[in-house]
């Protein structure tokens, strides 16, 4: 079994497809390596291709203020995405470069043993739950897999684009905080 540390060295090696060819950085994920809740996105954009840092940009900021609305800091959760590469442009990955890639968000799930995984956006959606998921219809929706609460929101950068998805974003966040107070109550 890989440490963090030790996949994270594998990911700056990687060549497995064509994004490595265009990155700046490779943006592994970061945060609390034992956190309860980890938060995945569908790939880096800009700003994060440039710092080698997970949802740093305007989408990444306003993601932040959603967790301290919730109590929560960056610190205490764990953030990733799908393809660890910028896609050219801010595009969504294409099904080959998120191939190549699932394997190193799967190994950092298995080392992080989240008991809550939070999907923005449907990109990660689709690949962590199901493939034909409809982010409208079935974000704020729970589905168990493996032991793991599971729940598909929206993307932050929807929300920039869409005033309208704010609301049910910050109602999804609040009820990330109320399973995770579940899931840690004292017997």
């Avoid at 994004?19 to 995945?40: E, H, S």
């Avoid at 929560?72 to 969504?92: D, G, H, M, T, W």
């Avoid at 080959?96 to 699932?102: I, S, Y």
């Avoid at 609460?149 to 609040?174: C, G, Q, S, V, Y």
Wanted: aromatic letters at 8%.
């Amino acid at each position: 079994m890989y440490t963090l540390d030790e996949l994270k060295q594998i990911t700056y090696k990687c060549r497995r497809c064509g994004l490595c060819k265009g990155r700046t950085n490779v943006v592994f994920g970061q945060g609390n390596p034992k956190a309860d809740i980890m938060f995945i996105g569908e790939g880096p954009g800009r700003q994060e291709d440039l710092k080698g840092i997970a949802f740093i940009g305007a989408a990444g900021q306003l993601f932040t203020k959603g967790l301290n609305a919730i109590g929560l800091k960056r610190e205490e959760i764990y953030i990733a995405n799908i393809v660890k590469c910028r896609p050219p442009n801010n595009r969504n990955p294409k099904e080959d470069e998120m191939k190549a890639c699932l394997p190193y968000l799967r190994w950092q799930v298995k080392i992080i043993k989240p008991k809550i995984i939070v999907c923005l956006g449907s990109v990660a959606a689709k690949k962590i739950i199901d493939e034909n998921l409809k982010i409208t219809k079935q974000r704020g929706q729970w589905i168990e897999k493996k032991g793991c609460m599971i729940l598909p929101t929206f993307h932050p950068a929807a929300l920039l684009r869409d005033e309208n998805k704010k609301r049910p974003f910050w109602e999804d966040l609040k009820e990330v905080k109320r399973m995770y107070k579940e899931i840690n109550r004292p017997e």
